[in-house]
């Protein structure tokens, strides 16, 4: 399996990104996915997931800033984020569910700062 995200970088607060994962090495269109991250000298914690048939979920607080999709012609899910602070500087990984299982890709660093 093979997941390979990307869009992180430095950006301004109240600036936006887009992360991107394309996934490979299982069915995809079956798979559902998840955005995790980890703050400096934090625990790591879900931000959103998105089933097989499109239902999607949101750490309570992110609710109304992040949204998740995905597209399946593409083998990619993306992460929209929207006024960013501080807070959410995190490296943000891509996860891939299926079968009871998970597979995570590398991360891609997240940096909020002025």
């Known amino acids: 399996v093979q997941l390979q995200a990307s869009g992180g970088g430095l950006v301004q607060p109240g600036g936006s990104l887009r992360l991107s994962c394309t996934a490979s090495?299982?069915?995809?269109?079956?798979?559902?996915f998840a955005w995790y991250r980890r703050a400096p000298g934090k625990g790591r914690e879900p931000v959103a997931t998105i089933t097989n048939t499109g239902e999607k979920n949101y750490k309570d607080s992110l609710k109304g800033r992040f949204s998740i999709s995905r597209d399946n012609a593409k083998n990619s899910v993306y992460l929209q984020m929207n006024n960013l602070s501080p807070d959410d500087t995190a490296v943000y990984y891509c996860v891939l569910l299926y079968e009871a299982n998970d597979y995570w890709g590398q991360g891609t660093q997240v940096t909020v700062s002025s």
């Open positions: 090495g299982r069915p995809f269109r079956r798979s559902a």
